[in-house]
T-cell receptor, first 111, second 116 residues
Framework: QKEVEQNSGPLSVPEGAIASLNCTYS??????FFWYRQYSGKSPELIMF????GDKEDGRFTAQLNKASQYVSLLIRDSQPSDSATYLC???????????FGRGTSLIVHP | GAVVSQHPSRVICKSGTSVKIECRSL??????MFWYRQFPKQSLMLMAT?????????EQGVEKDKFLINHASLTLSTLTVTSAHPEDSSFYIC????????????FGAGSRLTVL
């Protein structure tokens, strides 16, 4: 069974700190990895995707992938209260349209 | 960029009635669209894959006679929840592969269904 595991949280960090969100997956055939942000009552919006081992940076966000450990993470630097949301990790196999989503981690950034 | 429009955003209906949710790709053609359902504090669960011009593919455990999907054109897919019951109350979200390729999904805004 393909699974994507995330700690549901909430993860609470002070404004300006680094928030670290983690995700593990069970399907070794996974090739693409995504982080979505979902505000309460809204649909998910893509933050980043990563395909290769290592780090990928985009502004305040850094995605980290370790395929050997089946682990992907998202770092948010200089966290802002507006970053407070649920962060969904999603993975999928090459050639597939359909990702498998984790349950999401709730992040709270307090002033 | 790829935009997926979904309507209605909220709907409240009585038990036993049917509700239709529309999903449109505004600036691109989508031969395939996906319908997800999300219960509170749960993950997105894929319900079905909508295929233009052919029958939808339903995930295991999803009743195809209850959740009718029609994908009559390259820009429109509809989900009809028939004979809705309170347990069908959920957040329904459609998505489509975006312009950047098949790898990234673009989501509609979602439809909050409440069945009384």
């Amino acid at each position: 069974q393909k699974e994507v595991e995330q700690n549901s949280g909430p993860l609470s960090v002070p404004e300006g700190a680094i928030a670290s969100l983690n995700c593990t997956y069970s399907d070794r055939g996974s090739q693409s990895f995504f982080w979505y942000r979902q505000y309460s009552g809204k649909s998910p919006e893509l933050i980043m995707f990563i395909y290769s081992n290592g780090d990928k940076e985009d502004g305040r966000f850094t995605a980290q992938l370790n395929k050997a450990s089946q682990y992907v993470s998202l770092l948010i630097r200089d966290s802002q209260p507006s970053d407070s949301a649920t962060y969904l990790c999603a993975v999928k196999r090459e050639g597939s349209y359909i990702p498998t989503f984790g349950r999401g981690t709730s992040l709270i950034v307090h002033p | 960029g790829a935009v997926v429009s979904q309507h209605p955003s909220r709907v409240i209906c009585k038990s036993g009635t049917s509700v239709k949710i529309e999903c449109r790709s505004l600036d691109f053609q989508a031969t395939t669209m996906f319908w997800y359902r999300q219960f509170p504090k749960q993950s997105l669960m894929l319900m079905a894959t909508s295929n233009e011009g052919s029958k939808a593919t339903y995930e295991q455990g999803v009743e195809k006679d209850k959740f009718l999907i029609n994908h009559a054109s390259l820009t429109l897919s509809t989900l009809t929840v028939t004979s809705a019951h309170p347990e069908d109350s959920s957040f329904y979200i459609c998505s489509a592969p975006g312009l950047s390729g098949a790898n990234v999904l673009t989501f509609g805004a979602g439809s909050r269904l409440t069945v009384l």
